[in-house]
């Protein structure tokens, strides 16, 4: 991009594109596919080694359900401050 002044000291920027980037926006059409995805869904990226072994939407539901189904109902509730760990590393 080139940089030039102003008469009044400021810079502008002009743009060296050429005029095949200069796209007309009012031409753009919606996204046909943005309709077809579900308000209430969420969507997650997975790391590539925790996709390789749940492949499917399915198998990720399923274990995840089975997780929150070993999981309390409600939170426990805290008695006072919790005591610190012993310290068990040596030096």
Known sequence: MKKTSNP?????IESDLLPEYNLDYHKAKPN?????VDRNRVVVVLDPDIAEVFTT???VNAVLRAL????P???MPQQGPQPEAPNTLHE
């Open 57 to 59: 939407p399915e198998s």
């Open 32 to 36: 046909r596919f943005a309709g077809n």
């Open 73 to 75: 109902s409600r939170p």
């Open 8 to 12: 009044e000291g400021e810079r502008l």
């Open 68 to 71: 929150i189904a070993t999981m």
